[in-house]
């Protein structure tokens, strides 16, 4: 059964760059698309980008300025990098994967999240 | 201010059927799939229906979802009190070129 767990810093300054890693167990990634979405109080669910295990994105064009998704299917994981970040990137960050032979957009499996606080 | 319009809240009995809404437009649920995923306390989100109406694989047949034009809907029946949770619905915008999400619906069963 395939879990996805994030990791990485809790807290980022103002101005820094977030990264965040989802290491994917139990399955391949390959033949699936790999999304990080964000949960904040103010905006509610808020989905960042994808990538396909072959390496093609999508981004949010809100975020896409900031945004990096990568993928290292040798290491069955991948990551999120998102520059100049400020208060409003403070949220909780999933990393989700699609069905297979599903829409690239819909999230069947999902990390538990972790929480980043961008505070000086 | 979501772009997915969903009521905030919506409560029921046990043994009920409840139907929780979704609406959008042209650009999102007018012409993508929607998807529907439940939330409980402390967990990861789960994904209950795609493509619209298809159940995944797992999930209870108590569970169903439809759509028509710019709206979409997810019924739950045969309520019980392990289905609290939030149910938010979601598509893709081809305005937007986004997942757009709606704001979610807490259920209560009374």
């Known amino acids: 059964q395939v879990q996805l767990q994030e990791s990485g810093p809790g807290l980022v300054k103002p101005s820094e760059t977030l990264s965040l890693t989802c290491h994917v167990s139990g399955d391949s990634m390959t033949s699936h698309y790999w999304s990080w979405i964000r949960q904040t109080p103010g905006k509610g669910l808020e989905w960042v980008g994808y990538?396909?295990?072959?390496?093609?994105?999508t981004y949010n064009p809100s975020l896409k300025s900031r945004v990096i998704i990568s993928v290292d299917t040798s290491k069955n994981q991948f990551s999120l990098r998102m520059t100049s970040v400020t208060a409003a990137d403070t949220a909780v960050y999933f990393c989700?994967?699609?069905?297979?032979?599903?829409?690239?957009?819909?999230?069947?499996?999902w990390g538990q999240g972790t929480l980043v606080i961008v505070s000086s | 201010q979501s772009v997915l319009t969903q009521p905030p809240s919506i409560s029921e009995g046990p043994r009920q059927r409840v139907t929780i809404s979704c609406s959008g437009g042209s650009s999102n649920i007018g012409n993508n799939a929607v998807n529907w995923y439940q939330w409980l306390p402390g967990k990861a989100p789960k994904l209950l229906v795609h493509f619209d109406d298809v159940v995944l694989p797992g999930v209870s047949d108590r569970f169903s979802g439809s759509k028509s034009g710019t709206s979409a809907s997810l019924a739950i029946n045969g309520l019980r009190s392990d289905d609290e949770a939030e149910y938010y619905c979601a598509a893709w915008d081809d305005d937007l070129s986004l997942v757009v999400f709606g704001g979610g619906t807490k259920l209560t069963v009374l």
């Open positions: 989700a994967r699609n069905p297979a032979a599903g829409s690239p957009t819909a999230f069947e499996v």
């Open positions: 990538i396909y295990y072959s390496g093609s994105t």
